[in-house]
């Protein structure tokens, strides 16, 4: 069969990959002129630091299956993110643990003490059922913390009030009684050594794969493939022909420095007045080499525009309803499958993203040796 994958990234690689491998042939097609899509790295020339263009991406999985997937095409080295948070004049210890609670309420309590102080002393056990963003904050922390570290935090990076998002988005934020300061908690984590296009151009490496770029996607592609896969804005397939979802999107402002800029990949900065929501310094994403020079990005977050590159779905009640229509829609449409952060409409990890991909091309083989019509959604976007 003749496939046609719409977007260069992980999903449009490991599906791509893996029916290749299967003995179909895979167009991938990507508008931009790399591929890797928001993973993609590359050397800084005047500094040899290994930089994510668009952004960190943190390698972290429990998914045997997945990290074993990702080390065939690269070798990934140890890397824990170890988030610092700059607010009211401090810097702090994220996510928020025994030593940012000890430091920022100028304490000395054992991982006991500190969990009774946060529960009798801090958090508001007025509220049973928390539904928002702020409900949540306010009986998981209480309001001195809550206000450090997540309010402003909060109301930049999505710009709106706390109390018009959804407590979902808190839960999966940890607070932990103990000096761990790992963000992530998996058992897999780590880089890959030479950048994420590398291991996608590894994945990509097939006689069965054709990679064009500087490529747009046109109508009349998909008449002359058998399947299309999707991972681009679930609504720009449709050309937005019942309105435009909801995204936030980045502006990354670059500054150089000679030397170590803040001593750590990630710095939050908490305060509403600060503009930006953090600064990436991208040695430290590399802590095998060794760089004089550092590139740094200052990060600001805003509402997407039409010809901004989206980042993170809203998903908030107006964008639910419209989302339902496009599903709609979607389910509609045959001979083609919509995958990955951007066709579903959803926050994905990069290993949920790859355990995706690899899922759907296990469910499309499966559905053309059974002769089956392949879905719209491998999985639902609801």
Known sequence: MNILLVGAGL???????????????CRIIDSRSHIGGNCHTERDAKTGVMMHVYGPHIFHTDDAEVWDYVNRFATFMPFQNRVKSTTQGAVYSLPVNLLTINQFFNRTMRPDEARAFIETEQADRSITDPRTFEDQALRFVGPALYEAFFKGYTEKQWGCSP????ASILKRLPLRFNYDDNYFFHKYQGMPRD????????????????VDLDTPFTPDMQA?????FWSGA????FDFRLGRLGYRTLDFERFDYDGDYQGCAVMNYGDREVPFTRITEHKHFSPWESHQGSVCYREFSRAAGPDDIPYYPIRLVQEKALLDDYIALAETTPGVTFVGRL????YLDMDVTIREALDCARGFLSAVAAGERMPAFAVSPR
């Open 195 to 210: 950048g994420y296009t590398d291991m996608i151009a590894g994945i990509l490496d097939h006689p069965g794969i054709t």
């Open 343 to 346: 066709g579903t409409y959803r």
């Open 224 to 228: 002359e493939a058998d399947h299309v």
């Open 234 to 237: 679930l609504d720009g397939f």
């Open 11 to 25: 999903s449009g690689a490991v599906i791509g990959r893996r029916l290749a491998e299967a003995g179909h042939n």
């Open 163 to 166: 109390r018009d998002l959804p």
